[in-house]
């Protein structure tokens, strides 16, 4: 693949995925992450792309609303509501929870008001939902703000998580299948992989449109409890 077509793959990738890091770009265009840091500076010269430590974004991202969180909040709304009910259930009084940045924990986040005294995340908007609370103590992570989705990403925010512990991680997925559970953005993987090793215990949230989705990533095999709201 030559070089001009190489670059053009990693823009429109960027493009798509607004983030990625720099093995993240390789795999995706098949070449050493030294041949993409040349290509990402190629691009930065040519002012579509920025690059970040660990990786690279987009300044023209697509016009999707795939991944907005506002967006796709509103999508299966009763289901997220009902598997924040169950989940939050799950939690008991006092324990330390850990809550990623998917629509489906921020409906879980909205629960856990009187259950939780520390909330750890990556999430703008459950950071935000318990901002005026004088009963919460809030540990925001550090990173790059994915603004799309409100979350925080990239090195800082895995080197976080790396150092903190919970009872119980809360975390999302964009599918599930027999072979794991799956998430769309490598970036979003590294930091749920960080999320899971300083956890006591896992549980997934999944709404039914999930099920026997496949995407490109999954974080990795841990012992987890599913919350899964099954088609009515």
């Given at each position: 693949m030559q070089a001009e077509e190489r670059q053009?793959?990693?823009?429109?990738?960027?493009?798509r995925s607004e983030f990625a890091s720099l093995e993240e770009l390789a795999q995706h265009v098949g070449v050493s992450t030294s041949t993409v840091r040349r290509d990402l500076a190629t691009l930065e010269a040519g002012k579509t792309i920025r690059r970040t430590h660990g990786g690279a974004r987009s300044l023209q991202p697509s016009k999707s609303d795939e991944f907005v969180f506002n967006v796709r909040d509103t999508h299966q709304v009763a289901e997220k509501e009902r598997l924040g009910e169950a989940c939050a259930a799950l939690i008991q009084p006092g324990q330390?929870?850990?809550?990623?940045?998917?629509?489906?924990?921020?409906?879980?986040?909205?629960?856990?008001?009187?259950?939780?005294?520390?909330?750890?995340?990556?999430?703008l908007p459950v950071a935000n939902?318990?901002?005026?609370?004088?009963?919460?103590?809030?540990?925001?992570?550090?990173?790059?703000?994915?603004?799309?989705?409100?979350?925080?990403?990239?090195?800082?925010?895995?080197?976080?998580?790396?150092?903190?512990?919970?009872?119980?991680?809360?975390?999302?997925?964009?599918?599930?299948?027999?072979?794991?559970?799956?998430?769309?953005?490598?970036?979003?993987?590294?930091?749920?992989?960080?999320?899971m090793a300083g956890a006591a215990k896992?549980?997934?949230?999944?709404?039914?449109?999930?099920?026997?989705?496949?995407?490109?990533?999954?974080?990795?095999?841990?012992?987890?409890?599913?919350?899964?709201?099954?088609?009515?």
């Open positions: 053009a793959k990693i823009e429109a990738y960027l493009q330390n929870v850990i809550i990623d940045s998917g629509t489906t924990c921020f409906h879980v986040a909205k629960r856990l008001d009187d259950k939780v005294a520390q909330i750890i995340t990556n999430s939902l318990f901002s005026a609370s004088v009963r919460h103590e809030v540990h925001l992570s550090g990173g790059v703000i994915y603004p799309r989705l409100g979350t925080l990403v990239g090195p800082h925010a895995v080197e976080t998580f790396s150092r903190m512990h919970a009872d119980v991680a809360i975390l999302s997925g964009s599918g599930i299948s027999s072979e794991g559970i799956y998430n769309s953005h490598a970036l979003i993987v590294d930091i749920q992989r960080a999320m896992v549980i997934f949230c999944l709404d039914h449109t999930k099920f026997g989705r496949r995407s490109t990533f999954f974080p990795q095999c841990c012992p987890i409890r599913v919350v899964c709201e099954s088609p009515k």
